[in-house]
């Protein structure tokens, strides 16, 4: 009945991978298995393996409260459909699991892991992403990233190519985090607490006033910005 | 009736959410409403002390959960108005000794008999604040025109959102006029286009508030001062009524950007 539902210990806790079959049961199952061995649970911090199941933030915030009543910390959820990673993104929980190499290094291999999933080139690959990033909403992406909306003080953007903000840029951003140095970031009012591009950080200056739309490159090994035209650079 | 499930929360401790909590309860009971508030602050209570009724305290809401005593028993009736009711937090226990489950079935058993439950959120974005979202309708979000009250503040409606309990409305608490006027503090312009949501009230600083908070007397009661004032439009703005937001400077000028911001609504902007 619930072999379905496979438990196993990782570095970071338990790791449990939901197999096929409907959703809710599949539930029950895990429910079922964590009231027989209770002791076993007691206080585990776990990551959850949905596979492709679609989970919207009610059903998956009701989810991690309910093992959160079992003592049981939600921090990870795992999953190949989009909606799903972008629900537990948005619950602010791990999507995927590093082991514990060197952070750049493992960084680099999750990069490159994502990238071969679909189209090989990864500088092709772009997300859009719709709405205003509030402090503590982080995004991640091999590819390039365009936002239609701010990216306010406290959130963040982490891309393998450029990052392009139809909006206010307050947070903090870091363009070609593999390592592209031909990554740019454009903002309607480029005012990030921090920019990074490649390996290079720059912390802008404080302005006052009504700004033009900025773009920030690489220009003999600094950052540096100047006004985004429709010419492009 | 059918109450409606209003939560009031910041992130950030300190701005002002018990003393909210408090006056829009008061407000609301003068405006003839029946109003239960809930402490969902456990461990840390404090809700009691600002409405004036600690030493009433008999149960209180880990002891309505864990089933031991009826609701009615721990729904403490305040005497200055007719129907309003607090149900106060427990001070010898933490978070975790409610589950957003029983705070979801302790509103549902509540919400045939009032009008409003207002739940006074714990300051943080963990357990507590996770109890005390679930069973909301509306999230209130209290900010202090402050760089880093409006950073948690942010913070806090995006998890609102996350949790799909948005949009949820802002007020700006303590908004000194006169520093304002001399540039030395955030306006209520700056805080809106910020969070860009839509704002429901703003409460000047006002000594007033402190006096009768630590007299466990809530501002709202005598109702003259002009945050009283401010509590009660709010309070009137819950009910749907279209209010006009208040004249916190004396002289001219400040009413019409009020008054500007109120058309726009500062939804979506």
Known sequence: MSSNVTIKGIKEGLLVTMGEGNWNDLKEALFRQIEDKAAFFQGARMAL????????????GVLRDRLAEKNITLWAVLSTSQVTEHTAQNLGLVIRLVSARPETE???EAL??????????????????QRTLRSGYKIEFPGHVTVVGDVNAGAEVIAGGSVLIWGKLRGVVHAGAGGDEKAVVCAMELTPTQLRIASKVAI????????????????????????????GK | MTAKVVTISSGKGGVGKTTTTAN??????SQGQKVTCIDAD??????????????????DLVEVVEGRCRVRQAMIRDKRLPELYLIPSAQTRDKNSVSPSDM???????RPEMDWILIDCPAGIERGFRNAIAPADLVLVVTNPEVSSVRDADRIIGLVEAEEKGPAQLIINRLNPALVKRGDMLTAEDVLELLAIELIGVIPEDENVVISTNRGQPVTLDGKNRAAVAFHNIARRL?????????????????????????TGGSNA
């Open chain 2, 104 to 110: 979801i079935a302790l509103c549902d058993e509540l």
């Open chain 1, 106 to 108: 493992a960084q680099a």
């Open chain 1, 49 to 60: 393996d949905v596979g492709p199941h679609v989970i919207h933030a009610a059903e998956m």
């Open chain 1, 112 to 129: 490159s892991r994502m990238a071969d999933t679909t189209i090989s080139s990864s500088e092709e690959r772009a997300l859009f992403v």
């Open chain 1, 204 to 231: 802008p200056p404080k302005r006052k006033g009504k700004l033009l739309p900025e773009m920030a490159f690489i220009q003999d090994g600094q950052v540096v910005a100047e006004e985004w035209t429709a010419k």
């Open chain 2, 239 to 263: 009910r749907g009524e279209k209010v006009p937001f208040m004249n916190l400077e004396e002289k001219d000028g400040f009413f019409d950007r009020f008054a500007r911001l109120f058309r």
């Open chain 2, 24 to 29: 829009l309860a008061v407000a609301l009971a």
């Open chain 2, 42 to 59: 456990i461990g840390l209570r404090n809700l009691d002390v600002v409405m004036g009724l600690e030493n009433r305290i008999v149960y």
